[in-house]
């Protein structure tokens, strides 16, 4: 099982400041490399069996918006500031999660596949 997102960088370019910050400030060095169906691809090359996704993103939701009530105080803290590197969760929760998942680009998916069989199994 791998729990991991994708964000739909392909088709909406809305977020690209942010795909940028993300990926320099937060270490998600995977952000332009993880859109649909990608991943699943990228298992089912590598020889995984049974690939499958489920959505969870609904369940996350209210964890970003708690976040981005949170972080409330720093929403004038954009992403393209220099202090937005000393602040990334705020700049993040304000600019980033809720935001690109109401804009439907951003999803929270949980994978499962079987590991194939080998020689070492």
């Not at 088709?11 to 400041?17: K, W």
């Not at 332009?32 to 369940?59: C, H, L, R, Y």
């Not at 220099?82 to 998942?101: E, Q, W």
């Amino acid at each position: 099982m791998l729990l991991d997102y994708e964000i739909n960088t392909n088709d909406n370019r809305d977020f690209d400041e942010v795909c940028n910050f993300v990926e320099k400030h937060a270490g998600a060095y995977g952000v332009w490399q993880q859109n649909p169906g990608q991943i699943s691809a990228a298992m089912n090359k590598a020889g995984f069996v049974g690939v499958s996704e489920t959505d969870w993103t609904k369940n996350t939701k209210p964890t970003f918006d708690r976040l981005r009530k949170l972080a409330k105080p720093f929403v004038w803290v954009r992403p393209n500031m220099k202090i937005a590197s000393l602040l990334v969760n705020p700049a993040m929760a304000n600019h980033g999660y809720s935001p690109m998942y109401e804009a439907g680009v951003f999803r929270y998916l949980v994978y499962q596949a079987e590991k194939p069989k080998g020689k070492n199994d």
